[in-house]
């Protein structure tokens, strides 16, 4: 008897296994897709777009833009989409956030200090700051009035979002454009390499990137869902790590790049507008699709947001050199952000 019940344990943890295992398969599956995915997307759009005589600063501050997110804003979608799935569509955003500012930021500024302009320091990162708080705000209804049954972002502060959105976009491109005209050479961040494909091929490559996306997307999200529910942790704990990390590699890895030739200001520029577009585009777009419960995020989750934008900013004006992120002010993002990590899995276990 002892023999038999053995072996019927040893069969149902390899099941247990071999599913666990499928469903990490399924999200680094979907994970490599949602990348590749954006990829062709931008590239096809670019070409397209580039066609039509569409300036490439115009395009790099659009579609190019909008192609490094595109993971961010698929996950968000999806998860959303789905209608159970809230942590997910909340945490991808404020975890990818939270690691493009501490993470991204500090890997940078290790590898080479990020001299930080005033437009920067008076502008960008206190938008940052004040999109952060637009977000806790509208995450933490019970906090700010205590008749409100729970946390909800509702359609109604979606749309209010993708408004902020719409005024953000449109104040980049007008600055862009009016310092392209008054001093070419001092705005060449927005340009962007285009490649020229023939018309039919952008078109296809824009469509299978579009496709490949998608589907990507729901085996992430999926995949996510699946390997929170099986081990038993909360989703939003994988939300706000795996899911944001995940999500995030591309904009690491060519922010690294980039500084390793010199170009800290495209790093910089990656991660503000990044964080914008996160908050006012993919949140919005993810809560006009459905309403997001926000109460699988916890009061600590909002904290470590706006902390990190609040922290980026201080470090931006202090130093040995003015407005510049030093090495050692970036060693200390970075172990704030291994701390918040130590501290999510501490508090799944």
Known sequence: ????????????????????????????????????GADWLTDGASSIAHKFNISSLVIG????????????????????????????????????????????????????????????????????????????????????????????????EGITLLAFFGIFLTYTLSLARK????????????????????IWKSALIFLVGLAVLIFG???F????????????????????TIVAMGTSLPELITSVMAARKGDTAMALGNVIGSNLFNIFFVLGVASVVHPLD?????????????GSAILFWVFCLIGKQKLTISRGEGLVLVLCMLAYYVFQVLNAM
Not at 180 to 188: G, L, M, R, S, V
């Open 294 to 306: 926000a109460g699988t995020m916890s009061p600590y989750d909002m904290t470590a947001l706006l």
């Open 61 to 156: 501050l659009t579609v190019v833009a909008f192609g490094t997110s595109a993971p961010e804003l698929v996950v968000s979608t999806v998860a959303a989409a789905n209608g159970t799935n809230s942590a997910i569509a909340i945490g991808n955003v404020l975890g990818s956030n939270i690691f493009n500012t501490l993470a991204i930021i500090g890997a940078v500024a290790l590898v080479y200090p990020i001299p930080v302009t005033r437009g920067n320091l008076l502008h960008d990162v206190p938008l940052c700051i004040l999109a952060s708080i637009v977000m806790v705000v509208m995450a933490m209804d019970i906090f700010v009035d205590s008749n409100y049954m729970g946390n909800f972002i509702s359609r109604s």
């Open 217 to 219: 997307g729901e085996l």
């Open 1 to 36: 008897m002892e023999f038999q019940l053995f072996w019927l344990s040893l069969f149902i943890s390899t099941i247990i296994d071999m599913e666990l295992f499928l469903l990490i398969l399924k999200f680094a599956i979907g994970l490599l897709m949602v990348i590749k």
């Open 221 to 240: 999200v999926n995949g996510a869902s699946g390997i929170a529910t099986s081990m038993g942790i909360k989703e939003s704990v994988v939300a706000v």
């Open 179 to 198: 310092t392209e005209e008054t001093d070419p050479k001092e705005n060449q961040q927005g340009k962007v390499e285009i490649k020229d494909f023939p």
